[in-house]
């Protein structure tokens, strides 16, 4: 997988799922993911993030409840970033829940800066991101 950036998801039966390139009107390749994973009885044994030739790792099943992935776009503020002081970053993050909370690792990615990719961590409430995990 050269060149490859997105999740992949190891599963209960043995495979190996990459995440795709989302085709516009159709679930996205997670919904796709944990669609197919409830109708087919299939846990997710551990989650893993590549970015860049850089590679996260969530959890493993048997240290968290489920796991979380998910893109947020976010506008920072800064005089010396973007037009008039305004950029988009763009974020690529996979996580573990583990109680009532999502433990999370984001790529951060700045596209007007040498940097390629920045990481950072971060902890939510599990209801304010439910919707991202493989918890119903």
């Known amino acids: 997988m050269t060149n490859f950036n997105g999740w992949i998801a190891y599963l209960s039966?043995?495979?190996?799922?990459?995440?795709?390139?989302?085709?516009?009107?159709e679930k996205t390749p997670w919904q796709l993911?944990?669609?197919?994973?409830r109708q087919e009885n299939i846990q997710m044994k551990r989650l893993s993030l590549v970015f860049n030739g850089c590679q996260?790792?969530?959890m493993t099943r048997k240290q968290c409840a489920g796991f979380f992935q998910?893109?947020?776009v976010r506008k920072e503020f800064f005089g010396s970033m973007g037009e008039n002081g305004k950029t988009e970053?763009?974020?690529?993050?996979?996580?573990?829940?583990?109680e009532n909370k999502v433990f999370i690792t984001w790529f951060t990615v700045f596209p007007k800066t040498s940097m390629l990719a920045y990481i950072s961590t971060d902890v939510r409430?599990?209801?304010?991101?439910?919707?991202?995990?493989?918890l119903s």
């Open 89 to 98: 970053v763009h974020f690529q993050g996979i996580g573990s829940v583990v």
């Open 70 to 72: 998910a893109r947020e």
């Open 56 to 58: 996260i790792m969530s």
């Open 13 to 25: 039966n043995g495979e190996t799922i990459p995440e795709t390139e989302p085709i516009e009107g």
């Open 33 to 37: 993911l944990l669609e197919r994973c």
């Open 125 to 134: 409430p599990l209801e304010s991101c439910r919707i991202h995990t493989t």
